[in-house]
């Protein structure tokens, strides 16, 4: 499997905050950069502190005072009353067709906003095969680390087209020999887009049976919901749909941009955040992200 292509933003964010807490001091390490008086964030009882942070082949190897050290190094950026902080992460973004573009690649709308790992292929959408795409991603770079997702209507499209049916046993198959191939080939996880066709003519069970092949290479589920108003199943029976593929296919899941839409559910929202909460008392593993705008994109 690829692994070069998959990014956490739990191992990230853990191992800076290690660092941080144990204030590096590298011994016998000349960096190849330098970051003076940034403010660096520590832990909750320390808060901020001015450290400079020396940074040898993408590592972080030195915490603390660069006038107290040795270094030669020319190459120094000067962040006096800036806060530096890891890379963010988007984990909800449509971004495969313009890294594949010459002239967008670079990805630089994501870059100049801090944002070094994005997540694409959501929403039951993905280029197949996924092996190809990523290879592509090596060979020609890209601006941003990327992880990307298999999309559900990508495989259900190329069994089935779009036809509204549910597939046979071996049509079935077709689509979980395709799940596992992208797996094999560095996919994240799936992702579902069961509002739109072809996503919207697939019942529970087929993405449970689906998510369980994801499972066994240790990837993730993630999902536009079935209903986030009241168009079909509603927005609670939605939510419970996506525990219940939690639960049966023992894969960890992530809800893209959990929201309560439109009059009818407005308030619905609490209801929601405490299903989630306690799905994970209850052991099972659930995330949700939300965007910081007021309207949604499909029909913008």
């Known amino acids: 499997m690829k692994n ?12 800076l905050i290690i660092l941080l807490s144990g204030c590096v001091r590298a011994q016998n390490v000349n960096p190849n950069l330098i970051i003076t008086g940034a403010k660096v964030f520590i832990d909750k009882q320390t808060g901020f502190k001015n450290l400079d942070i020396g940074i040898k082949d993408d590592k972080i190897v030195f915490l603390g005072d660069a006038a107290t050290q040795n270094f030669k190094s020319q190459n120094i950026i000067e962040a006096k009353g800036k806060i530096l902080s890891p890379g963010f992460i988007d984990p909800h973004t449509h971004l495969y067709y313009d890294l594949s573009n010459e002239d967008r690649k670079a990805n630089l709308p994501y870059l100049l906003q801090g944002v070094t790992t994005i997540v694409t292929g ?24 990327a992880a990307l997702l298999v999309g559900h209507g990508s495989v259900r499209k190329e069994v089935l087209g779009l036809n509204n049916k549910k597939p046979n046993k071996e049509e079935l198959q077709k689509m979980k020999d395709l799940v596992a191939r992208a797996m094999q080939e560095g996919a994240f996880g799936i992702s579902t887009g069961l509002f ?35 168009y079909t199943i509603g927005l609670i029976k939605s939510v419970e749909e996506i525990l219940e593929i939690a639960e049966g296919a023992e894969i960890p899941v992530h809800i893209s941009h959990i929201k309560a839409l439109g009059k009818d559910v407005w308030g619905k929202s609490a209801e929601v955040i405490a299903m989630v909460e306690d799905a994970q008392e209850k052991g099972l593993k659930v995330t949700a992200n939300q965007y910081p705008y007021p309207a949604s994109r499909t029909n913008l």
């Not at 070069?4 to 191992?15: D, E, F, G, H, N």
């Open 122 to 145: 959501n929403d039951g959408s993905s280029p197949l095969p996924i092996g190809e795409r990523l290879d592509e991603w090596q060979k020609n770079g890209i601006g941003t680390n």
């Open 196 to 230: 739109y066709s072809p996503g919207s003519y697939s019942e529970t069970e087929e993405i449970i049976e689906l998510s369980k092949v994801v499972s066994k290479y240790g990837g993730i589920y993630d999902t536009h919901m079935r209903d986030e108003s009241s």
């Open 4 to 15: 070069q292509y998959k990014t956490c933003s739990y191992s990230i964010l853990a191992t």
